[in-house]
């Protein structure tokens, strides 16, 4: 398609776009018209909701900087700045895909942690005193003195307020992920990578499990009150951070209130009488990197994946269950990652207990145990999915006399302990 014609499209949309206070309704952009547009470009990400995203934001910004309409409904762009407008457009959807950084911030360490790749694109490092505070580039401002509340609010505000999410001490712990797709500024997230939030969380879930973290000092722990936890994204060519986002309040907690276990970082007694040099943080990262690793190539077994996908769902599902601020949420999640790890899609509840407590008893006797817990915690569970009791009945509910409290932190013991030896068969194998 000719260029004349590829900005004859973007016109078009432009002047049929709707606005409601000031702000661009997306669902207003004529489909049609996008997909045209889309399909006039080479590259596979470049869909008809991506470029209706980047003409909204640019037509957000645009107007914030250059018109003011009383009734906040219509924006028409002419002359030099609608060329002008054109141009932007067409060059921000030819240069997709753009590359970002999704930055997370860890818990504390007391020792510092080199840069750990555990794929090409994801990295765990301490941010050293030497290379100063992680700053990205302020943005600049709008000028949107003479428009409504709700739009300074949207538009002149929004770089300022997701600068001051991003203020990272220099010594830091961080989790940064690299991504290519597309990031709306007020739109949505188009990625051709895993949903990072949830990298994030298998990682914690990882680290929970394997007891990398523990709980900090009683003095801090009490101290220092937890924030809702959010969380940046970078553009890297700019280096300006173009969104930020907010976890919930036990994101922050389960975050403020724990640091590396210090002993992590020191082989063990039985290490050093084995002669093994690696610490368990040395494991922990050389298993998440098998966990993370690229199931592809010649030779790779098909249920591999799928296996390996499992192990993440479980992960990500324990991390949800350790953060969980009431009973029955712990109960919901701990069932999830155990029916993640389980192997067969199907099995009942009877045939994935007998399962999962062969594989983690260390007797008979705590085999019959573990199965007993683990048929009750599916209980409860269907109790509170089937709408057969009120959630905020859950704490008087009870199974032979026991109190569903002492089921949800059996649940997590039993999730706990089930996730540790799918980890361990996973990465037993021959890896290269």
Request: hydrophobic share 35%.
């Amino acid at each position: 398609m000719y260029m004349a014609t590829k900005l004859q499209l973007i016109a078009s949309i432009l002047e049929n776009l709707k606005y409601d206070n000031s702000i661009p309704i997306a669902s207003s952009v004529d489909i049609n018209i996008s997909k045209e547009l889309a399909e006039s470009y080479t590259h596979k990400i470049v869909k008809a909701d991506i470029v209706s995203n980047i003409i909204t934001d640019i037509a957000f910004e645009r107007q914030l900087n250059n018109r003011v309409h009383p009734d906040y409904k219509t924006v028409k762009f002419e002359g030099a700045l609608l060329n002008d407008i054109l141009k932007e457009i067409n060059s921000e959807i030819s240069s997709l895909p753009k590359k970002y950084e999704f930055i997370f911030r860890l818990p504390h360490t007391d020792t510092p942690i080199k840069s750990i790749k555990l794929r090409n694109n994801i990295e765990i490092l301490t941010l050293g005193s030497e290379s100063g505070a992680y700053q990205p580039k302020p943005q600049p401002t709008s000028k949107a003195s003479k428009l409504s509340d709700l739009t300074r609010l949207v538009g002149s505000l929004s770089s300022a307020i997701n600068q001051a999410r991003l203020t990272l001490e220099s010594s830091d712990t961080i989790l940064r992920i690299n991504v290519s797709g597309y990031v709306a500024k007020y739109g949505e997230i188009h990625l051709t990578t895993d949903d990072p939030l949830y990298i994030y969380k298998v990682i914690m879930g990882f680290y929970l499990n394997q007891k990398i973290f523990i709980s900090k000092p009683t003095l801090d722990y009490y101290n220092k009150a937890p924030l809702n936890y959010s969380y940046s994204i970078i553009d890297k060519l700019t280096s300006n951070v173009v969104r930020s986002f907010d976890g919930d309040t036990q994101d922050g907690i389960i975050s403020s209130r724990r640091q590396y276990d210090p002993s992590a970082f020191k082989p063990t007694s039985l290490q050093k009488a084995l002669s093994i040099t690696d610490a368990p943080i040395d494991t922990a990262h050389k298993e998440l990197k098998k966990l993370f690793s690229k199931m592809t190539g010649d030779g790779m077994p098909e249920w591999l994946p799928k296996q390996q996908r499992r192990l993440k769902n479980g992960l990500y599902w324990y991390y949800e269950a350790r953060k969980a601020p009431q009973n029955f949420l712990i109960v919901t999640s701990v069932i999830s990652s155990l029916d993640a790890l389980a192997s067969s899609d199907q099995s009942a509840k009877e045939a994935k207990a007998d399962s999962i407590s062969q594989a983690i008893s260390k007797n008979i006797v705590s085999e019959k145990d573990i199965r007993e817990e683990i048929i009750k915690l599916y209980a409860l569970r269907n109790s509170i999915v089937h709408g057969e009791m009120a959630v905020s009945a859950l704490d008087d509910y009870t199974v032979n006399g026991r109190k569903n409290s002492t089921i949800a932190y059996a649940g997590l013991r039993i999730s706990s302990l089930y996730l540790n030896y799918r980890i361990q068969k996973y990465t037993s194998l021959p890896w290269k």
